[in-house]
């Protein structure tokens, strides 16, 4: 079932539109975007739908801010429009569609369903983690290179993910990478909420982007959350002896440790990088590198050539 929020203050549009879609959608209603605004972190919903008026500057402010953040650049956004629409500038409002107040009863059902059915056919998100994925990823990375920014890139995955995924099975191994996701999705966030960025290139490989001053503790905390968290996603017998039996690539049975997470992170504060594959493959490398040890470790890149 998708998920909807709608933000509203009026309680006939609420009415109206809970009448409407509360039987085909996870719906959510909230007075402001303030008050909605942990619930869109958390939820990752479908659609976002809004009413707004003429005097509604700081809605859209806001919406403006939710929408220029990586992260929810690709949600669509159906906005309830009352009056006249002839001098609203669209191109300074990051909303997909509208509807008129007056045509919500009848509209509303069918614009809700185009909206969240063009959304799935153009957003290039990781359908596991509702994180952006590979051509997100890539057009972030080259947008920072070719604008100047100097920033630093980190290239994370899990140390013996896939013994753990043969040994429990693709539902628990799913829940780890989610719960991955949404830690280090969190961890970046809280440190730095502007001009950060979450990816999941796919599998047990995640990538975040984010000031360089701020990336090492960010790591460290990441890898300490992660180490706390991992050990509840075993068995108690395996969790006590502290590792898994699964077979490896020739089919004999060994023992896997519990999971970790390698990092590796690459920077441009010294070096120049042009293409997004140059900096990916020295983050790429040092991750490489870090996944030597037994514990969740990290690399970072300091050559200044």
Same mark, same amino acid.
């Given at each position: 079932?998708?998920?909807?929020?709608?933000? $509203?203050?009026?309680?006939?549009?609420?009415?109206?539109?809970?009448?409407?879609?509360? #039987?085909? /959608?996870?719906?959510?209603?909230?007075?402001?975007?303030?008050?909605?605004?942990?619930?869109?972190?958390?939820?990752?919903?479908?659609?976002?739908?809004?009413?707004?008026?003429?005097?509604?500057?700081?809605?859209?402010?806001?919406?403006?801010?939710?929408?220029?953040?990586?992260?929810? /650049?690709?949600?669509?956004?159906?906005?309830?429009?009352?009056?006249?629409?002839?001098?609203?500038?669209?191109?300074?409002?990051?909303?997909?569609?509208?509807?008129?107040?007056?045509?919500?009863?009848?509209?509303?059902?069918?614009?809700? *369903?185009?909206?969240?059915?063009?959304? =799935?056919?153009?957003?290039?998100?990781?359908?596991?983690?509702?994180?952006?994925?590979?051509? $997100? &990823?890539?057009?972030?990375?080259?947008?920072?290179?070719?604008?100047?920014?100097?920033?630093?890139?980190?290239?994370?995955?899990?140390?013996?993910? #896939?013994?753990?995924?043969?040994? /429990?099975?693709?539902?628990?191994?799913?829940?780890?990478?989610?719960?991955?996701?949404?830690?280090?999705?969190?961890?970046?966030?809280?440190?730095?909420?502007?001009?950060?960025?979450?990816?999941?290139?796919?599998?047990?490989?995640?990538? /975040?982007?984010?000031?360089?001053? *701020? &990336?090492?503790?960010?790591?460290?905390?990441? &890898?300490?959350?992660?180490?706390?968290?991992?050990?509840?996603?075993?068995?108690?017998?395996?969790? *006590?002896?502290?590792?898994?039996?699964?077979?490896?690539?020739?089919?004999?049975?060994?023992?896997?440790?519990?999971?970790? &997470?390698?990092?590796? %992170?690459?920077?441009?504060?010294?070096?120049?990088?042009?293409?997004?594959?140059?900096?990916? $493959?020295?983050?790429?490398?040092?991750?490489?590198?870090?996944?030597?040890?037994?514990?969740? $470790?990290?690399? %970072?890149?300091?050559? =200044?050539?």
């Amino acid at each position: 079932m998708n998920n909807v929020i709608l933000i $509203s203050k009026n309680e006939s549009t609420k009415a109206i539109v809970m009448d409407t879609l509360q #039987k085909e /959608y996870s719906l959510l209603c909230e007075h402001t975007m303030e008050a909605a605004i942990d619930h869109i972190y958390t939820s990752f919903p479908d659609l976002l739908i809004m009413e707004v008026g003429p005097q509604d500057k700081k809605m859209l402010k806001n919406l403006n801010t939710l929408k220029g953040d990586p992260l929810f /650049y690709q949600l669509p956004v159906l906005l309830i429009i009352e009056g006249k629409t002839e001098n609203i500038h669209w191109e300074d409002i990051h909303a997909e569609d509208y509807i008129r107040k007056q045509d919500l009863l009848s509209e509303i059902k069918n614009r809700v *369903k185009l909206a969240i059915l063009r959304a =799935k056919r153009v957003v290039e998100i990781n359908p596991l983690t509702r994180l952006p994925g590979n051509i $997100s &990823i890539t057009r972030e990375i080259q947008n920072r290179l070719d604008s100047g920014e100097i920033f630093a890139l980190a290239y994370l995955d899990l140390d013996n993910f #896939k013994p753990y995924n043969d040994h /429990y099975g693709f539902a628990r191994g799913d829940d780890v990478i989610r719960m991955t996701g949404r830690l280090i999705m969190n961890v970046v966030r809280n440190a730095q909420e502007e001009g950060s960025f979450v990816g999941h290139i796919g599998g047990d490989d995640f990538v /975040y982007i984010m000031d360089i001053e *701020k &990336i090492e503790s960010v790591t460290n905390d990441i &890898i300490k959350n992660f180490t706390e968290i991992i050990p509840a996603f075993y068995e108690e017998e395996d969790r *006590k002896r502290g590792y898994i039996e699964s077979l490896d690539r020739q089919g004999n049975i060994r023992r896997y440790p519990l999971m970790t &997470i390698s990092v590796g %992170i690459a920077h441009n504060k010294y070096r120049k990088f042009v293409h997004h594959g140059e900096i990916s $493959s020295v983050a790429s490398e040092m991750k490489k590198e870090a996944k030597r040890g037994n514990t969740s $470790s990290y690399l %970072i890149d300091r050559r =200044k050539r």
